[in-house]
């Protein structure tokens, strides 16, 4: 299969081409896209160099899938360009997301949202992805009301200029290029993820909201998030409660997360166990601990959620899709 990876040179698409590689994903031919700058470099992919092509070129490659990590823009005004050229388009970016015409898909929750005629599916938000393994479960046993999610997000969201901010100022370096965020994250935390909006909150703490929704299939879900980045590498976390709609026993909460698809519980408190971003760190798992009743409300509980953003946020979520594609043949 001809496969496209746009933004084959940032961090994600980097991550995206080794997840394809690790799942052994069916590639015949590998188009690795960049901007003008990056075009003649060569990628490795299965011990094979690979040209970095432009976007015009790859649209008439004619790849029967395009993974897309490139930023927002490049989606809305390449993505349907692919599409009218018979590519499958998986976008990474937020720019399709809440179009109420495009899938928007967790392969472990809803990927029978995804028709043959959609050409364009949206991977959903880093945060909202390892949010959701952990809460469809109970929202179809339990009902959710209410959830109310803290977030603590690595910089590897933000890009590679935030991760060269991070390791300059832990090494005391003047960092010449320009800064990823307006404060130092070196031994700091920044309530301050993505833009602020009108209402006080920023796009990615209403991308919760929106994209929980939808890929919920609920709108009377409500939900409030604070955004927060850490100077941490290897995943974001999540401190969550969550009202449910009925009763539940605390046995039978952690027996329905231990069958949910894609997700490992780390639980024993005792022991010092609980989920970390070491522990996440360049695996394809959601992990969940922390699991406890909210004793200052019914029909509530706690969890902490932790996941690796670059991989399960981003690269494995996207690769998983286009297995989906693959599997039912929807693509071939």
């Known amino acids: 299969m001809k496969i496209a990876v746009v933004g084959a040179t940032g961090l994600v698409g980097q991550k995206m081409l080794k ?3 690790e799942r052994n994903f069916p590639v015949s031919d590998l188009i690795p896209v960049a901007s003008e700058k990056s ?4 990628v490795v992919f299965k011990a094979k160099e690979y ?3 432009g ?3 790859a649209v008439d490659m004619k790849p029967a899938i395009a993974i897309f990590s490139a930023g927002g823009q490049i989606s809305l005004d390449w993505a349907h360009r692919f599409a009218r050229n018979g590519t499958f388009v998986i976008d990474n970016s937020s720019a399709w997301r809440m179009d109420p015409n495009i899938p928007l898909v ?7 949202v995804i028709g043959k005629t959609d050409r364009i599916i949206a991977n959903p938000n880093c945060s909202t992805i390892q949010l959701l393994v952990a809460l469809a479960p109970l929202h179809k046993a339990f009902g959710i009301k209410r959830v109310v999610v803290s977030t603590y997000q690595s910089v590897t969201g933000t890009g590679v200029k935030a991760v060269q901010q991070l390791e300059s100022e832990e090494q005391s370096l003047t960092n010449d290029s320009a800064d990823a965020y307006p404060h130092p994250i070196h031994h700091n935390c920044l309530p301050h993820c993505d833009s602020f909006l009108d209402n006080g909150y920023t796009k990615e703490e209403m991308k919760l909201l929106n994209e929980t929704r939808k890929i919920l299939r ?3 879900i409500q939900l409030t998030a604070t955004a927060v980045r850490v100077p941490v590498i290897g995943g974001h976390s999540e401190s969550v409660n969550i009202e449910l709609k009925n009763e539940f026993e605390l046995a039978e909460v952690k ?3 231990a069958e949910a698809p894609g997700l490992t519980i780390l639980d024993k408190p005792e022991d010092n166990l609980y989920p970390m971003p070491l522990n996440a760190h360049e695996k394809d798992e959601v992990f969940v601990g922390r699991i406890r009743k909210d004793n200052s409300c019914m029909n509530a509980l706690n969890i902490w959620i932790v996941s690796d953003n670059l991989r399960k946020g981003a690269a494995t979520n996207a690769v998983q899709i286009a297995e989906y594609l693959f599997i039912k043949k929807i693509v071939s």
């Open 19 to 21: 997840v394809l590689e």
């Open 51 to 53: 040209t970095i092509v």
């Open 106 to 112: 967790v392969p472990e929750i809803n990927p029978d």
């Open 255 to 257: 027996a329905l997360l």
């Open 218 to 220: 609920d709108e009377s």
């Open 39 to 42: 075009v003649g470099k060569k």
């Open 55 to 57: 976007l015009s070129t």
